[in-house]
């Protein structure tokens, strides 16, 4: 059975990656989610783009386990050799836009879930939701379906982590800053150019450390990636502009990040949004022993992904490799599907 559940997987993949599903263009891609599960006689809800299934047996008793991947993708880049929708396989390399970020692990996950659809007498529930806007945090992604779910008790979101278990996640603080200064003509003498004064606010943002460094997940990595002024050569700007990123460690909420900044920065700033706080699973929880017990290994991830959205503990679990991610010709290979969906089901096992 888990062989033909994976064949199925990686033409279901194959599928996925030749129909584009950018963020918020993801109706191709639902369209053939759909058409999957009403091939596999699975009954299914449609929430705008994101799909939403639950098990045969479910049974409002009993806790609830979320598997979530996503099918949308960012847009490829310009260093693209191969088609990005031109799924094909070479020297057991599967290529392709979203095939590692993160369509081996949604087919995965889904071949999973078709392995334990019918089995009667679980421990937990199973809901699969197959999420849109991941990639640009959008509102109508996984966020949006929450509502629309039973309590959920813990989730597994597949992301490419080698299968091993990212048991932390960093959240996500990006900041508008202003360093202001006063405009004048560029002949005249002016010792507030807001320019220059940037040079001790860069300077501020390259030294300062938060206090609280996590176990899992190191320090609150901070970096101004944008920095935007003048639109004159003769003319003296009032402001010069950056843009700050904030990886948030799980020992800060973005909230306490905002307000320490607020009150130490040598400039103004505004957060764009504060709701994608860093997310964890407790290492004694089952799940993560029991991936312990098959070997893998645990690490936190400085990457963000759908378990912002989430309040329940999370654990960040798939095949593929963080690495490749948003790269040029992207590709995952064929046996790191066969080996996530093995991993996966053996997973389960253990508590379900």
């Known amino acids: 059975m888990i062989e033909n559940l994976t064949t199925e997987a990686i033409e279901l993949l194959k599928n996925l990656i030749q129909s584009q599903s950018f963020s918020k263009e993801e109706e191709g891609t639902a369209l053939l989610i759909e058409s999957w599960f009403n091939t596999n006689n699975i009954p299914f809800e449609r929430s705008g783009n994101n799909i939403i299934t639950y098990n045969k047996h479910f049974d409002k008793s009993k806790p609830t386990l979320l598997l979530n991947s996503h099918h949308d993708t960012v847009k490829p880049n310009a260093a693209y050799t191969k088609d990005p929708f031109d799924a094909h396989i070479e020297d057991g390399k599967l290529f392709g836009l979203g095939s590692n970020d993160a369509g081996g692990c949604l087919v995965s996950l889904i071949a999973t879930f078709n392995y334990y659809y019918s089995q009667e007498n679980l421990n937990y529930n199973i809901v699969v939701v197959a999420s849109a806007e991941e990639e640009n945090s959008g509102a109508n992604g996984l966020n949006s379906t929450l509502k629309l779910l039973p309590e959920i008790e813990f989730a597994i979101v597949g992301e490419p982590t080698l299968m091993n278990l990212a048991i932390a996640e960093k959240g996500l603080v990006v900041f508008d ?4 200064g006063t405009p004048s003509h560029a002949a005249h003498p002016n010792d ?3 320019i220059y004064n940037t040079i001790k606010t860069l300077e501020w943002f390259k030294d300062f450390k938060f206090e609280k460094v996590s176990e899992v997940l190191g320090e609150v990595k901070l970096t101004v990636t944008q920095i935007n002024a003048g639109k004159q050569h003769n003319v003296v700007p009032a402001e010069t502009h950056l843009v700050i990123d904030v990886r948030v460690n799980d020992k800060y909420s973005n909230q306490e990040v905002y307000d320490i ?3 130490l920065a040598p400039c103004e700033l505004k957060p764009r949004s504060l709701r ?4 964890a699973i407790d290492k004694v929880h089952p ?6 017990e098959m070997g893998r290994e645990t690490y936190g991830s400085p990457t963000l992904s759908d378990q912002a959205a989430l309040s329940c ?3 960040k679990l798939g095949p593929g490799d963080s690495t490749r991610s948003h790269s040029a010709d992207e590709f995952i290979y064929v046996h790191e599907i066969e080996e996530g969906i093995k991993i ?6 253990k508590i379900l």
């Open 177 to 180: 800053a202003v360093v202001k």
């Open 192 to 194: 507030n150019n807001s």
């Open 287 to 292: 799940i993560v022993q029991a991936g312990i």
């Open 344 to 349: 996966y089901i053996e997973l389960l096992s």
């Open 261 to 263: 900044l607020k009150e």
């Open 313 to 315: 503990q999370s654990l």
């Open 276 to 279: 994608l706080n860093s997310s």
